[in-house]
């Protein structure tokens, strides 16, 4: 398992942005790959984009493609730039590492989890 931290949540108004960063250590994303998912309060948490450990592929919920760009800083840092933000988008926004090449789409494949930032937008 790795160990992620999330940071840079906080409140925008909407199409205003905000950057999201995943933390991890021993260029553990040099094994694994990354992902965002959020939840709001009684849904289940939903993905949002993820990257491949190569940093060259990505993937995107529907929802967010086009306004949203998950990018790999450094073998250690996973980001998610987030534009055009809306009130939807409002959650607690979570990192996780797959081992593995490529990204999933569903929490099961993800065995190391940060503790969540939140995110809110309002209109």
């Known amino acids: 398992q790795v160990t992620l931290v999330e940071s840079g949540g906080g409140s925008v108004q909407a199409g205003g942005s905000l950057k999201l960063s995943c933390a991890a250590s021993?260029?553990?994303?040099?094994?694994?790959?990354a992902a965002w998912f959020r939840q709001t309060p009684g849904k289940e948490r939903e993905f949002v984009a993820g990257?491949?450990?190569?940093?060259?592929?990505t993937m995107y919920d529907i929802s967010v493609k086009g306004r949203f760009t998950i990018s790999q800083d450094d073998k250690n840092t996973v980001s998610l730039q987030m534009t055009n933000l809306n009130p939807k988008d409002t959650g607690v926004y979570y990192c996780?590492?797959?081992?593995?090449?490529?990204?999933?789409?569903?929490?099961?494949?993800?065995?190391?989890w940060g503790q969540g930032t939140q995110v809110t937008v309002f209109s």
């Open positions: 996780a590492a797959r081992e593995g090449a490529y990204p999933e789409s569903t929490t099961d494949e993800y065995n190391s």
């Open positions: 021993g260029r553990a994303f040099s094994r694994h790959a």
């Open positions: 990257i491949g450990r190569s940093g060259d592929d």
